[in-house]
Structures are given as C-alpha cells and as structure tokens.
C-alpha cells in the first residue's frame, strides 16, 4: 500500500492529464471533429510514455537527491536528460498513434516530422521545466518535514540523556572514591594531586552541561575521555592499562556530546572494577573513506547474551542519537571478542 | 593491635596505612585488594580488626564479613556511599567510615576498635553476643549476599548461597550441603542465618533449610518430622521450628 503522500501525488498526476485530454477534446469540438477518440489518443498517448519516462528518470536519479541543497546543481543535473527525451518521446508517441490508427483501419495524418519534432520538442521543453519545478517544490518540503522531525527526535534524545546522566551518572562512587585518592595523592605528589583534581572537574562539568550543543569535535571528546580515564588510571593503578592510538586527522570530526566517554565509562563499571586481574583497553579512531571509526576493546569483559543489543540505557541512547543525527550511516555496536574482551564500536559519516 | 585493610583500590589502601601507622598502638598492618587475599591473609596473619571497602571485584566486602570464621575480627567498614548498607548490618561492625574522611575521624573509629578490645580482654560475655540485626533486613534487600568464602586446607573458593539446600552444624562449623559437596564454615548457624536473610528457615536446632528447595513435610512422632527436599535429601524439623517451616514455604 502505498503512502498517503505517494496517493496524493498520483491523483494529482491523473487530475493533470484528465485536465489535458478535456482542453485537447473541447478544442477538438471546437474545431469540428467527431471522432472523439482521436484526441484521447493523442493526450492518452503522450501521458503514458511522458509518465513512464519521468518515472524511469526518478528512479535513476533518486539517489541524486541530496542535491537538493543546492538547486543549481539539482536542475542542471535534471536538466541534462532533456536531450533524451526530445529523442525518445516523438518517436514512441508517434509510433503508438500510427499503430492504434492502423488497427482501427484509419491512418494518422500530421504535420511533416520535422515539424513534429520541432513542435513536440518545444512543447516537451516547457512541460518538462515546469515539472521539475514542482517536483523540487514537492522533494524540498519532504527534505523539510524530515529534517523537522529528525531535529525534534534529537533534541529529545539529548534531553534524555543529559537527565539520565544527571539523576543516575554522577555517580557517588565514582565521586568519592576520586576525591579520596586526591586526599591521598595530595601526601605523595602534589602535582599529580592537582592534576588529577583539575581532570575531576572537568568530568563533572561535562557531566553538568545541559547546553544545547548535540556535536562536539573529536578532539574535545576525547579530552573528556582521557581525563576520565586518568581519573580511573590513578584509583586502579595496578588493574588497567589503556592505550590510545587516535589518527590525528580523525580529531576534527563531529561527534556527538557524550559519546566516547560512556563507552570507557562502561568498560570501567562492567570490566575493569569487576575483575581482579589486569584489563588493558585499547582505544583507537580513525577516519577513511568519509567515515569516522571509534573503537574501543577490552581484553576481559564478558557480554552477556542478551545484552549485545540493547546493553543499558547508555548505548541504546547513544545508538538513537546516532540514527537521529546519521540515519543509519550512524551506528554503535557492541560485540565479543574471542577469547574474551569486548568491542564497543562507533561508526558515522565524516568528511575528512 | 594487628589490622588488615582490604581494598581494591591502591591509593585507598595507601591512604589508610598513612594515617594507620601514626597510631602508637597498632603493631603490624597487612593489606590485601580483594575478598580472596582477604581471607588468606585473615588465616594467617589473624588480625583484630579489619578496615574493609564494600565494593570490591567479585566478592563484595558485605560477602567478605558474611564469610568470616569465628572467632571473627572486627570490622570497619570503609565506603565511598554504602552507609545505609552498613548502619547495624553485622555484629562485628564497630564503625564505618566514608570516604573520602580525614585523620581525626579515622582515630575514632581506632579508639572503638581499642574499646571493644578492652571489653573483649575481660571475662565478661563475649562482644558478638549483643548487638542486635537492626534494619539487617532491609539492608539485605539493597546489598544481598550471594556468595561465601570458604578456605580449606589454604584453598579460598566460592559457594554460591543460591547452590545450598540446606545447613547443618557440626561441632564449631557449619557444613553448606550443596549439589557437590558440603563445605565447612566456621560460624555458628544463628549468625550465618542473619546474614543470609529470609531464603533460609531454621527447622532445627542444628538444621536450616533452604525454602525454596522443600519437596513436602513427612510427620513422624510426637509432632517432630522431616523434610523432604528436592534432590531426595531428608532434613529433621522438629517440633518448634515446624510452625515458622509452614509459614515460610507458605
């Protein structure tokens, strides 16, 4: 079944050529004619083959329709199949009249073809320019609504993260247990103390931002992600081990507020303060074939089973916002590793 | 006075040593980063007190205490946000402290372990005698113990609690008969059973039961019984316990 907008628009097609073959018929009349089939067929005729090639032409060309933003581009690229069409559409039409004609027994008169082309061609011309007018109106309003929608739902999301990380993330255990190994670096090394104090802050300040700011760079992620990280280095000295390989190029892509951070986040929660022993994490981005890749393995961490899809409130969010924001160019997976470990995986479009 | 901190966190364990070893009277400090050191270094180097973190890998600090063999050290408790946990939870509990806290409070909690080691060091009755399980209950709920520790012959291996049928005491330990053997823990069945919280009934002087694993009642004389249980197991219930056995599995 197809959409209600798609019905509208071949309604509106019919009621067009309904209207056409009316005027062609009334100025047949007009002129005295009496076989009123003549000009059905001749309006008939044109509307069919003129239907299917706009239609052949769409669907050639759909995927050219992020043109849209740049009208120019869009109609000269529209355009450019007009040729074609003065080609092939006289021939066909001309072609179907003569064989209707003869199978009834008549024979269709018209003027000399070189005239006909003439003709045809001119009137083809402007048919053809006003429907791809309409057609970017119509497309336009469609990209509009979308984009409209897909603002709401990312601004919903925020909201929803941002609430979800202020009510559950700023985790007292996490806060605490900082705080008490600065009270305890403070005696050993004051620098580190500081340093690490100063990361803290900046971990909860990102914690409290509720700006409406949906994309952040690369690079400011990833200072959140190692100041964390450092945070978390200092309080399990002995039980993580992360290592950082980031394409410098990949810094300067837009990713989504809040993104990396809860990856490492989880890794942390589920992994690392789980296990006795050692894990060691490896972080890596890069940036190929206009998609950013962020990744981030453990060599410890067990998924459960039913997790893999929809694994806590953080990465269904994230995966949203992701859709929101990409479409399905964006996406985050979780995956197992063999023989043990676990990939968190962020992929989405960038141009670099 | 001997301490042992258990921490899994290195500065954490740092800090308190610190502050520890500026107290004249505490004579030797160990430490340990999880539930199984714990009770390996509790067996042989037998500390009065233990500074002990709730959140831990693996095996929680609540299931460190639960699992402690009697004569049990003392404990204080030291979390970043488990408070409600601790308040009243175990006999043993002298104090908990917060983290981050500071040295003043720390030597609070050092002057109550000094207390209940006077009062311990007098003929009088026993310091896990008293204390009462107020709001254990609820406590249980949040933070229940899912597993113990057991260390035999130098071994330290988990049980985990939903794997026991049913107890039974033997001499100073109680014996955990489980689908694979029945490990012996040194604790007497009543402080075991507050720990454990309602999944256990008492049907016997010497006997609790799991209630989910009772099959049906067999009456014998005089009212006392048996039960039989789910994996053809037969456990005494007599008479006194066998009204509160009814209302459990009820």
């Known amino acids: 079944m197809p959409s209600r907008n798609t019905r509208i628009l071949i309604a509106a097609w019919l009621l067009f050529w309904a209207l056409m073959i009316t005027v062609e018929l009334q100025d047949y009349i007009h002129s005295g004619g009496k076989e009123y089939w003549h000009p059905v067929l001749w309006e008939g005729s044109s509307g069919i083959v003129a239907t299917v090639l706009l239609l052949t032409q769409r669907r050639l060309m759909r995927r050219y329709d992020y043109m849209l933003v740049s009208p120019p581009r869009w109609f000269s690229l529209q355009m450019a199949a007009l040729p074609l069409y003065w080609i092939v559409f006289t021939p066909i039409v001309y072609a179907i009249r003569h064989a209707v004609y003869a199978m009834l027994g008549e024979s269709y008169t018209h003027l000399p073809w070189p005239d006909v082309f003439l003709y ?50 700023i985790q007292p255990h996490f806060l605490f247990n900082a705080l008490n190994t600065v009270s305890q670096l403070m005696h050993v090394n004051v620098e580190k103390a500081d340093a690490t104090l100063i990361q803290l802050a900046d971990v909860l300040r990102a914690t409290l931002d509720i700006s409406e700011q949906h994309e952040t760079t690369l690079a400011t992620e990833l200072q959140l992600t190692r100041g964390y990280a450092r945070v978390m280095s200092e309080r399990f000295a002995e039980r993580v081990e992360i290592d950082w390989i980031i394409d410098v190029r990949s810094e300067v892509c837009k990713v989504p507020v809040m993104s990396l951070q809860p990856l490492l986040e989880n890794i942390f929660k589920h992994t690392v303060e789980q296990r006795r022993q050692k894990t060691r994490i490896t972080v890596v981005a890069y940036c190929r074939e206009g998609e950013l890749t962020v990744r981030l393995d453990d060599d410890l961490g067990i998924l459960a089973p ?7 409130i953080g990465v269904r ?7 929101a924001l990409h479409g399905d160019k964006g996406s985050v997976t979780l995956t197992q590793l063999t023989p043990a470990g676990v990939r968190a995986e962020m992929r989405l479009p960038c141009v670099c | 006075m001997r301490v042992l901190i258990v921490d899994d966190e290195l500065p954490a364990r740092d800090k308190l040593r610190r502050l520890l070893q500026q107290e004249s009277d505490i004579e030797a400090i160990f430490d340990a980063a999880d539930g199984f050191q714990a009770l390996e270094r509790i067996a042989v180097d037998r500390p009065d007190v233990l500074f002990l973190d709730i959140q ?14 009697m004569p049990a050290p003392m404990i204080v408790f030291v979390t970043a946000f488990d408070q409600y946990a601790i308040r009243a939870f175990d006999a043993n509990a002298v104090d908990y402290l917060l983290k981050p806290y500071d040295q003043a409070r720390l030597q609070r909690a050092v002057q109550r372990v000094r207390e209940r080691l006077q009062r311990a060091a007098l003929p009088a009755p026993a310091a896990d005698v008293a204390a009462p399980n107020l709001g254990g209950s609820e406590v249980l709920a949040l933070h229940p113990i ?3 520790l057991i260390s035999e012959r130098g071994v330290t291996r988990v049980v985990k609690v939903d794997q026991i049928d049913w107890i039974e005491t033997a001499d100073n330990y109680v014996a955990l008969h489980t689908a694979d053997g029945q490990p012996l823990l040194r604790q007497t069945l009543t402080a075991l059973l ?40 037969r456990v005494p219930c007599s008479r006194q316990y066998r009204a509160a056995v009814v209302a459990a599995i009820a």
Do not use: W
Request: aromatic share 4%; charged share 25%; proline share 2%.
């Open chain 1, 120 to 169: 045809e061609s001119i009137k083809l011309s402007l048919f053809f320019t006003i429907f791809m007018v309409v057609l970017f109106g119509v497309l336009s309003y469609q990209a509009l609504l979308r984009e409209k929608e897909q603002a709401q739902l990312a601004d919903r999301l925020m909201r929803e993260m941002q609430l979800h990380r202020l009510t559950q993330q």
């Open chain 1, 306 to 312: 039913s997790e893999g899809e929809s694994k806590g």
């Open chain 1, 317 to 323: 969010n994230l995966r949203a916002r992701l859709q």
């Open chain 2, 56 to 69: 831990m890998p693996e095996i929680s600090g609540l299931e460190v205490a639960a699992s402690l063999p």
């Open chain 2, 146 to 148: 899912r597993q113990l």
């Open chain 2, 194 to 233: 507050e720990k454990l919280g309602p999944a256990f009934v008492r049907c016997h002087r010497r006997a609790a039961v799991r209630c989910d694993r009772i099959e049906r009642i067999i009456t014998l004389d005089k009212g006392d019984g048996e039960l039989l249980l789910h994996s053809g197991a």
